[in-house]
Structure formats: structure tokens, C-alpha cells
């Protein structure tokens, strides 16, 4: 699977979903909506995650329900991403801490 990948399709479906920051204290969210994403299996989830060279392999996981191996990982990528590109303190793509 593709980390990039997973960290472009992430960020479209942040700005798809007019999302600006992810709760880094609960990831659960962020994991549930790639799983779904790749459940479905609708035409429009399967040209992304083929757009992306993504693979979504999930197990089950007490901290948010189901995990998509990789996601966590593959958010922070697009946050230090966007970081690099804007150059500045705050991101469009962004884990907020939440509580």
C-alpha cells in the first residue's frame, strides 16, 4: 500500500468533507471513514482508493473501534506535508488536541 496514498486520500476526503482538523484524541472518526470508504465499495470509493494506490486493511482495535493500518501514520504525513508547503505555525490539515 501507498503511505503517500493514504495521505492524499485523507486530505481530499478532509477537504471533500470541508473537515479542517482531525481530534488527535480520538482518532476513531478518522479510521471509521476510510473503512467505510472502502466497505461500501461503491464505484466512486473504488476509483479513489484505485486513484490512490490504496489497499484499506482494518482489525479491530479498543481505542477506535476498527484501525486502518497505516492511517494514523499517514495523517501526521499530510500535516507535516502541508506544514512544508505553507510554510507556517497553523495547517489546513491538521490533528487539534481536542480535550
Do not use: C, K
Not at 1 to 8: D, T, Y
Not at 50 to 57: A, M, S
Amino acid at each position: 500500500m501507498s503511505m503517500r496514498g493514504l495521505s492524499n486520500l485523507m486530505t481530499i476526503m478532509m477537504a471533500a468533507g470541508d473537515v479542517g482538523a482531525l481530534d488527535a484524541h480520538d482518532p476513531g472518526l478518522a479510521h471509521a471513514a476510510v473503512a467505510e470508504l472502502a466497505r461500501t465499495q461503491m464505484p466512486a470509493s473504488v476509483a479513489l482508493l484505485h486513484r490512490f494506490e490504496v489497499t484499506v486493511r482494518t482489525r479491530p482495535d479498543p481505542e477506535v473501534g476498527v484501525r486502518v493500518l497505516g492511517l494514523t501514520r499517514a495523517t501526521w504525513d499530510a500535516v507535516s506535508d502541508e506544514r512544508r508547503r505553507e510554510g507556517a505555525t497553523e495547517s489546513r490539515v491538521a490533528w487539534y488536541p481536542g480535550r
